[in-house]
């Protein structure tokens, strides 16, 4: 049996505590079912940056691209400007690699309460498809007259019919494994351009798949459905930046930051797809032990379902479940317990 060789990036903040507490576990996961994997880690991130000027080395790709796969802590850091960690190693792994597909479930699970009236266990059981390497957090644009009283910025949104057609189809692939049902994100009554493209997009690719009933969401009435009628949603196909904002919803709407797990994935063998808790680094709570490790514990059972070793994705994920589910299950702050990150872990290791 091949060994899967996985890039491990801590990263900064709590993401090295949740990477290093939970990697046992997943280790435990992995042999009771029969696989193995390797990692090698990297230090990179904000540290890095703060002492070379850089936050990875300019030959990181070409270390990174051997891998399976790759898994991400966390990554931001009060000294230094967020634009600095998306564009000096998020983006570049994410764009180099070819990672379009951003998949972002939204689960209630059972034993979590959501902040929503009247919504319990499995209610609101949605996925998320967010286009990954163009749309708005493409790098087009520039900033002139810097200073003066005519500065001016520009910052472009590039949509191509490659870029759109594939994360499209890609949900719509999605849709007809699920519910049936896709939910298509634009803001086409003032983005006459761009989004009217998107719309465009999403007719043709929809011919190709009759079966899926399809719904069209402004970006606003969108937010606002998600907390009004969630439990509505299946597949919900948007861009990079109206993926990036709606899915904090679902996560808030679902019980925690803390419990959302995310993929960054090129869905050939050509790339490493990257793998990532979505909570940040969260520099307030960082060396307290409280850190929930259940995002980044949900991000492995994602990347182990891509690497296609479902038994210990399973395990993972059904792990998680049954702990939510017992009322007498440690938790961490953020879910309204009083336990730290290496108790949660430990009894998530009773459950495999």
Partial sequence: MATHDIAVIPGDGIGPEVVDAALPLVEDAAAASGVTFETT?????????????????????????????????????????????????????????????????????????????????????????????????????????RGLAHETAVQSALFTRRGTERIVRAAFEAATEREGHLTSITKSNAQAHSMVFWDDVVADVAREFPSVDVERLLVDAAAMDLIRRPHEFDVVVASNLFGDILTDIGAQITGSMGLAPSGNVHPSDEYPSMFEPVHGSAPDIVGRGVANPLATVLSWSLLFEDLGERRTANALWDAVVDQLAASSAPRTPDLGGSEGTEAVVSDLQSRL
Avoid at 64 to 88: K, M, N, Q, R, S
Avoid at 106 to 120: A, D, K, Q, T
Wanted: negative net charge; hydrophobic residues 35%.
């Fill in 41 to 145: 880690r990297f230090e990179w991130g904000t540290e890095y940056y703060l002492d070379h000027g850089e936050m990875m080395p300019e030959d990181a790709l070409d270390r990174l691209e051997g891998f399976d796969a790759i898994f991400l802590g966390a990554v931001g850091h009060p000294e230094v400007p967020d634009h600095v960690t998306l564009h000096g190693l998020l983006l570049p792994i994410r764009k180099g690699f070819d990672q379009y597909v951003c998949k972002r479930p939204n689960v209630l699970f059972e034993g979590i309460e959501s902040p929503l009236r009247g919504y319990g266990s499995g209610d609101i059981d949605f996925v998320v498809y967010r286009e990954n390497t163009e749309g708005e957090y493409a790098d087009v644009g520039g900033r002139e007259h």
